[in-house]
């Protein structure tokens, strides 16, 4: 597989990588405004891979050399078929071990959530609005989206999931958009 086949397959990963950050960090426990605004700078400065200041094509670039790097176990720019398989074992591995640790905080009372699947009312990760989602944070439309253009779309995420303006959002108000956004979806596909 060539380096540039590569770059361009994991490119389209990072591409809906972190679009919905407030709908993640909103399952669980409450969560306050404080809190998206931590966890979005956080979530923020891990996809600014080039550590540029805004999320763009050079970002996903490199997100996306490096895992290439990280595949090509013998560095000489090529990766073979044991590369590939080696890589993607490891892949699964990180995911069942990250799947085991939710697993155990819900067994200490976390809330449930649903599968990919149900989460994204029957579409495996939901991947089309995620699209939206970006280009609905890219407010000046330049291709590019600053930490200010990241953070105002979380925290008006946010603000629509908090029915009642008391600057938390429950269990109970995350449940009522989804089913929100699960109804809008529907009216459209019709």
């Known amino acids: 597989m060539n380096k ?3 770059i361009a397959v994991a490119a389209a990963g990072l591409t809906f990588g ?7 960090q909103m399952r669980g426990a409450d969560m306050t ?6 966890r979005t700078a956080t979530r ?3 996809m600014d891979v080039n550590g540029d200041g805004v999320l763009n094509p050079a970002d996903r670039e490199a997100r996306a050399l490096a895992r290439f790097n990280e595949a090509d176990a013998n560095d000489d720019g090529a990766l073979t078929f ?3 398989q080696a890589a993607r074992e490891a892949r699964h591995a990180q ?11 819900r067994a200490g009372g976390g809330e449930r959530r649903g599968g990919r699947g149900e989460r994204h009312g029957g579409r ?3 991947g089309e609005g995620r699209g939206q989602m970006m280009e609905q944070a890219d407010t000046n439309s330049d291709g590019a989206i600053s930490q200010a253009e990241f953070t105002a779309a979380a925290l008006a995420r946010f603000d629509a999931a908090d029915a009642n303006n008391d600057g938390t959002v429950t269990a109970e108000e995350r449940r009522a958009q989804r089913g929100e956004r699960g109804g809008r979806r529907g009216a459209r596909q019709q």
């Open 4 to 6: 540039t086949l590569m």
């Open 18 to 24: 972190g679009a919905a950050v407030a709908q993640d």
């Open 33 to 38: 405004r404080a809190d998206v605004e931590t």
């Open 44 to 46: 923020f400065a891990r």
């Open 82 to 84: 044991e590369e590939t």
């Open 95 to 105: 995911r069942q071990q990250r799947r085991a640790e939710r697993g155990a905080q």
């Open 124 to 126: 495996r990760g939901g």
